[in-house]
């Protein structure tokens, strides 16, 4: 039997309008982005077929290239409760799997690509390897900068007006290097690629 889908992308974030537009939810904007420049809908996962794992979530499917965006409904540290079953029914390799996060050891809208590695306190992240069972799945980081005193009310606080201004240009250049991923499958490529990029287009210090 062929696989249902060929490459998954997890946007993660926390449902709910109480937590639209917040620092913890770019995952969730990056995925909203690139469906509505690729023309694709969110909807329930009843749209998947022979999938019986759990509801909490949205997918949106494209045939071409073969992929489905999901932004999992959970709540962002039980992430893996909803990416552990869909990558089981999915047939996916770790490596045809990318999520996508925010990171507050990166600067606000810096962004970064890397093939695997450990949580580095991210819950959301820690979630996911704790339901795959391994890290080596890649990643793309997008940087929320660091608190200036409490960690929790800072990823759930929104942007200034001119980082929301930096995060509308990281959130197209993250959706820009995911789908070049998509289309490519070669996460290596994608950070030669856009890291140059993102360097050069790097304000500086």
């Known amino acids: 039997m062929s696989r249902p889908v060929k490459r998954l992308v997890f946007g993660l974030g926390n449902p709910g309008h109480d937590y639209e537009g917040t620092r913890h939810n770019v995952g969730f904007a990056v995925l909203e982005h690139l469906a509505l420049r690729e023309g694709l809908l969110f909807e329930p996962p009843t749209s998947l077929e022979e999938y019986h794992g759990p509801r ?41 799997v990318l999520c996508v996060f925010d990171d507050m050891d990166l600067s606000v809208a810096q962004l970064r690509i890397r093939p695997h590695g450990g949580a580095g306190g991210q819950n959301g992240v820690r979630s996911i390897i704790e339901f795959l069972g391994t890290d080596r799945f890649p990643r793309l980081r997008v940087g929320i900068g660091r608190p200036e005193t409490d960690a929790v009310r800072h990823v759930l606080s929104g942007f200034s007006g001119a980082e929301e201004e930096a995060m509308k240009t990281a959130v197209a250049e993250a959706a820009d290097a995911i789908l070049f991923w998509l289309r490519c499958g070669d996460i290596q490529e994608c950070m030669a690629r856009f890291h140059s990029r993102w360097k050069e287009d790097s304000p500086g210090p």
Request: charged share 25%; glycine share 8%.
């Open 56 to 96: 909490a979530l949205r997918c949106a499917r494209s045939h071409d290239p073969d992929y489905l965006l999901v932004c999992p409904e959970t709540f962002m540290n039980r992430s893996g409760e909803v990416v552990g079953p869909l990558f089981e029914w999915s047939g996916a390799e770790p490596h045809e």
